[in-house]
């Protein structure tokens, strides 16, 4: 299978950025009529990536949890939450899958004040990793000094979870350049000698071992073993506004996460329905962890790198990120 096929539309949440688009996960339109039960909302929107991650919510639909709790959920693809902050600002779209990344530079920016609102995936060993060409002299991190490293988004956490393996090796972030290269261009960067190096996620870093490269740092383990990737969002006003339909709305994604944290196949089964991952290479792509609630020891980890590197200007106390029913 060729590589744009496979990939088109993959990639971990944080990392992309908007293409619009969307499809009806639970049957229904969009609106805000309350119900006789008294959600404040009934029909709701939501932000979905085409990545692993947002496999709870299409499994919730599935096994009709949303239907259950009284919600018909709409979805939009996404690629990451600031490109569609208006409509989060403006209470049209209600929730949306958010890197972890994504969520502190917003809060931090001042833009908006979100909160997790549902865990869904944290990083597993070869999720995530840096790549060198075929045949490249380059054989550890120590010898990137002095190179340049391809990474989807600049100042995010492909460059963060680098940054802490080149310290290992005893270098500094500075030590390496890096430029911004989408990870569907970033195998023929590597072949063209453009760049020395690429950060690549799953699918991409199986699809580009395959083509010959070699890693070389697995960025998703040692010292970033665990490190919690993305969930599902929502802002701070939404919250205070739609109590009730904020509380059927975690029901119905916990019970979702609960089965994709102990079912893979569950996971198999939707992916292919909002992907354009076939049904083979789904079965295949080696998956993070989706646990039921986050590792906030690693979320604090995660802000504290973020905050060191200075990609973010104010220190986070992880704690705070989460919306009380997220645990």
């Known amino acids: ?42 029909q709701l929107l939501i932000g979905v990536v085409p990545v692993p991650s947002s496999a709870p919510l299409f499994i919730a ?18 690629q990451a939450p600031q490109a569609v902050m208006p409509k989060i600002l403006n209470g049209s779209m209600d929730a949306f899958l958010t890197s972890y990344v994504s969520l502190m530079a917003i809060n931090d920016s001042g833009a908006a004040k979100l909160k997790l609102f549902q865990h869904s995936q944290e990083a597993a060993p070869n999720v995530a990793g840096v790549v060198v060409a075929k045949g490249s002299p ?15 988004v600049l100042k995010a956490l492909g460059q963060t979870l680098t940054n802490a393996h080149l310290q290992e090796a005893g270098l500094k972030p500075e030590d390496v350049k890096y430029v911004q290269v989408q990870f569907a261009d970033q195998l023929s960067a590597l072949s ?4 020395d190096a690429a950060w690549l996620v799953e ?3 199986t699809a580009a071992k395959k083509s010959g490269a070699t890693q070389i740092i697995d960025t998703t383990s040692g ?4 490190v ?7 802002s701070e006003d939404w919250l205070a506004k739609n109590p009730k339909t904020a509380a059927a709305l975690h029901r119905a994604l916990s019970k979702a996460q609960q089965i994709a944290s102990t079912d893979r196949k569950a996971i198999d089964e939707v992916v292919p329905t909002y992907t354009q991952i076939p049904a083979e290479a789904a079965a295949a792509m080696t998956l993070g962890t989706f646990s039921v609630q986050a590792d906030k020891a690693g979320v604090q980890k995660l802000a504290d790198l973020l905050h060191g590197y200075g990609y973010i200007k104010a220190k986070v106390d992880a704690a705070q990120l989460f919306a009380p029913m997220s645990g």
Do not use: H, Y
């Open 138 to 152: 380059i054989k550890t991190a120590a010898e990137l000094k002095g190179k340049t490293v391809a990474v989807n």
């Open 1 to 42: 299978m060729k590589l744009a096929r496979i990939m088109a539309g993959t990639a971990i949440a944080l990392t992309l950025s908007a293409c619009g688009g969307g499809g009806d996960a639970g049957g229904g339109g969009g609106g805000s009529t309350a119900s006789a039960g008294g959600l404040e909302k009934t």
């Open 203 to 205: 699918p991409f870093l």
């Open 61 to 78: 639909e599935k096994r009709g949890f949303f239907k259950a709790e009284g919600l018909t959920v709409k979805t939009e693809i996404i």
């Open 228 to 234: 919690p990737i993305d969930g599902w969002g929502v």
């Open 192 to 195: 063209s000698g453009q760049v």
């Open 223 to 226: 010292a970033t073993a665990g």
